[in-house]
């Protein structure tokens, strides 16, 4: 997996069209809400073998465990690991990597390089990189 190269254009028009879009579990949640916006950078969907497959946050769980995890955390791990995501230290981030922050939510660095961007239930929000715990490189 690797970015596009008009990989911010792309990115651009995404937040655009999400940014209404409400959180709704299985398919616009934390962590598939993420997963579409680094599609949109590269062609892949990182969270295609979970997308849809639940509708609640106790069937997300499941997921997880049936997935042999026991956290939404080490899946991500996983799911980094396999598509050429690597961790890096907060301090080195670049515009749309994954981020987990502080409290636990995933999204991604916003193209502004200064927050990081995920979904609620009103749509898309931000929150300075201050708060972010972790960062996975998405590639180049």
């Known amino acids: ?6 990989w911010p254009l792309r ?15 299985g398919h616009h949640d934390c962590i598939l ?3 579409t916006l680094i599609e949109s950078m ?16 106790l069937g997300a769980t499941k997921q997880i465990k049936k997935a042999g995890f ?6 991500v791990d996983d799911m980094a690991a396999k598509h050429g ?5 907060p301090n080195f981030h670049h515009r749309g990597d994954l981020v987990m922050l502080d409290d636990g939510v995933f999204g991604i660095v916003h193209l502004d390089g ?15 990189l201050s708060e972010v715990k972790r960062i996975w490189r998405t590639p180049y």
Do not use: C
């Open 114 to 128: 200064l927050h990081a961007v995920y979904v609620t239930t009103e749509g898309l929000a931000k929150k300075p």
């Open 70 to 75: 026991d956290s939404l955390e080490s899946l």
């Open 11 to 25: 990115l651009h028009q995404k937040l655009i069209e999400l940014k209404d879009k409400s959180f709704e579990s």
């Open 33 to 35: 809400a993420a997963a």
């Open 85 to 89: 995501m690597t961790p890096v230290s």
């Open 1 to 6: 997996m690797q970015r596009h190269n008009d």
């Open 42 to 57: 590269t062609g892949t969907d990182p969270g295609a073998d979970f997308r849809g497959k639940y509708s609640s946050e």
